[in-house]
């Protein structure tokens, strides 16, 4: 099951790029700390008035959310700074600062056992949410947890925290009012949102020193994050499209709540829904339809499934599963192909007109069981048939009345054989039955009995009642153990049977010295 969830994964990974990056809102506004700034203001970490500074222009701005993607553990050697940050965060009222645990990166749970906090003089006036995401089995990042537990403590995802602020309600009545979708894991899926380069993203150090203009984050979302190449590894994630900072894939969740562009992966059950039908219509296009247009059916079948998924991805964000009915639609070609053949095999191996297996099948089947005499020691005994005037029949009463005969006769020696006995067309009007497991005076019954069921059997709806047949017996190992030498026997016994008057038995006895000798004089 991981394999195929691999294979779907890689699916909607495609969804996405054949889909591209959504076009986000106008609702956000990014504050990025980028190269430039390192080079402005000095590498990390800055004083802490750096940041108080770009809080209060955001409040004197308008902003109506303040988040982080930074971390502050540690005070500051200068207490001040660490004061000035707090009183800017207090004085805000709008902030949220980041948590965050190594142990739910590949989470299963959302109770964790390791947190990162800020410095407690920032968290006491703001609100605090997790910035975790969570991997695919491939590494990919697609998810974030709605939620995560630490000690008994509920911190909501930063993209759930932040739009809650930003609606004026609490993380609870946001998702129920929003309808926000989670998985099976209480996962989010992220709608890639194209925020780097459609909404405003300012570099630090240009709001530090005001050289933005305030209405730019207006009742607006500022999202404070690095966007600067080299600074935390941890911070450049994998996503369907490149690698990217967290602050972005953030951004993106952010505006996907606010203009509920959502991502919806259909569930389980749904899925069965969907497959019952379409393995019920590759059923019928099985049963019904020859092979080549067996085979078309199906493709077009898949690549219209797999259209219509594209189509609800791109249109509506819904992901269908994609690999289940390509697994279905292969797994039906491969048994279409091995019906296919299995239907050719044997039609090559049958009569057209009888239905019982045509002379070359009969010759090797007799091989067959000849083997598994020298093997088993079991005797196998061959009896020869033939219709007594057929040729009057089919000039008295037209082909087509022979055929019915020809018809009527196989049925009668498939329901007087065995399910080990083979019944077949030798040729013409012959027909051959091969007997495993069957005795020579076994053999005299069997065929003793088909005969008078022909005898007293009306054909042609009762338009022929004196058709007869006369039937010759050769027995392995007493005639022959070679194929060939015992249909030989068996066609001499029929031939007797034949000078002797017709519908009858005889079996085959080796001639005597008298017949010889009359056949080499």
Not at 364 to 382: A, D, K, T, W, Y
Not at 452 to 480: M, R, W, Y
Request: charged letters at 20%; one cysteine or more.
């Amino acid at each position: 099951l991981g394999f195929f969830e691999r294979l779907e994964l890689l699916t909607i990974d495609y969804r996405f790029i054949v889909r591209g990056m959504h076009q986000p809102g106008h609702e956000l506004a990014i504050i990025g700390i980028t190269q430039d700034d390192l080079n402005q203001l000095g590498s990390l970490p800055w004083p802490r008035s750096y940041y108080a500074r770009v809080i209060n222009y955001l409040k004197e701005s308008g902003a109506k959310v303040i988040s982080f993607d930074v971390f502050f553990p540690r005070h500051s050697t200068d207490k001040s700074e660490d004061e000035m940050m707090a009183e800017a965060t207090k004085r805000a009222g709008n902030v949220i600062y980041p948590v965050f645990t190594p142990s739910a990166n590949r989470f299963t749970s959302p109770i964790v056992h390791d947190l990162i906090y800020n410095i407690e003089e920032l968290t006491r006036y703001a609100s605090q949410a997790h910035i975790n995401v969570t991997p695919d089995k491939d590494g990919i990042i697609r998810r974030v947890p709605i939620s995560i537990n630490y000690n008994g403590k509920n911190f909501w995802a930063l993209s759930i925290s932040t739009a809650a602020k930003y609606f004026n309600t609490d993380e609870e009545s946001l998702i129920r009012q929003m309808n926000i979708p989670q998985d099976g894991r209480g996962s989010l899926f992220i709608n890639y949102a194209d925020v780097e380069n459609e909404i405003g993203c300012y570099p630090f150090s240009e709001v530090l020193n005001k050289n933005i203009e305030p209405y730019k984050f207006k009742d607006r979302i500022v999202l404070i994050g690095q966007l600067a190449h080299g600074l935390s590894n941890a911070d450049i994630l994998p996503t369907p499209f490149n690698a990217k900072h967290g602050l972005l894939l953030h951004a993106s969740i952010i505006d996907s709540i606010l203009n509920k562009s959502f991502i919806r992966r259909v569930s389980p059950g749904v899925l069965c829904i969907i497959i019952i039908p379409i393995s019920l219509l590759l059923g019928f296009i099985l049963t019904r339809v020859k092979f080549w247009e067996g085979i078309l059916l199906i493709t077009a079948l898949m690549t219209s499934y797999i259209s219509a998924s594209i189509f609800l991805f791109n249109f509506y964000g819904l992901i269908v599963d994609i690999v289940p009915i390509i697994c279905i639609s292969i797994l039906s070609m491969i048994a279409y192909n091995i019906s296919s053949y299995s239907h050719a095999k044997e039609m090559s191996d049958k009569d057209g007109l009888t239905g019982l297996y045509n002379h070359r099948y009969s010759i090797e089947s007799l091989g067959c069981e000849i083997e598994r005499f020298n093997r088993l020691g079991q005797p196998v005994s061959v009896a020869m048939l033939d219709i007594d005037y057929f040729k009057r029949y089919n000039d008295t009463y037209g082909h087509r009345a022979g055929d019915m005969v020809l018809k009527e006769l196989s049925d009668i020696l498939k329901k007087g054989t065995r399910k080990i006995d083979m019944a077949g067309r030798y040729g013409g009007e012959e027909f051959i039955l091969i007997l495993p497991a069957t005795s020579k005076s076994q053999a005299e019954m069997l065929a003793e009995r088909i005969r008078k069921t022909v005898q007293n059997h009306s054909f042609c709806q009762g338009k022929l009642n004196s058709v007869t047949i006369s039937i010759g017996i050769a027995t392995c190992p007493e005639d022959s153990n070679i194929p060939e030498v015992l249909i030989e026997k068996s066609d001499n016994a029929l031939y007797e049977a034949k000078e002797k008057g017709r519908n009858r038995v005889c079996m085959y006895h080796p001639p005597s010295i008298e017949q010889l000798s009359l056949r080499v004089g």
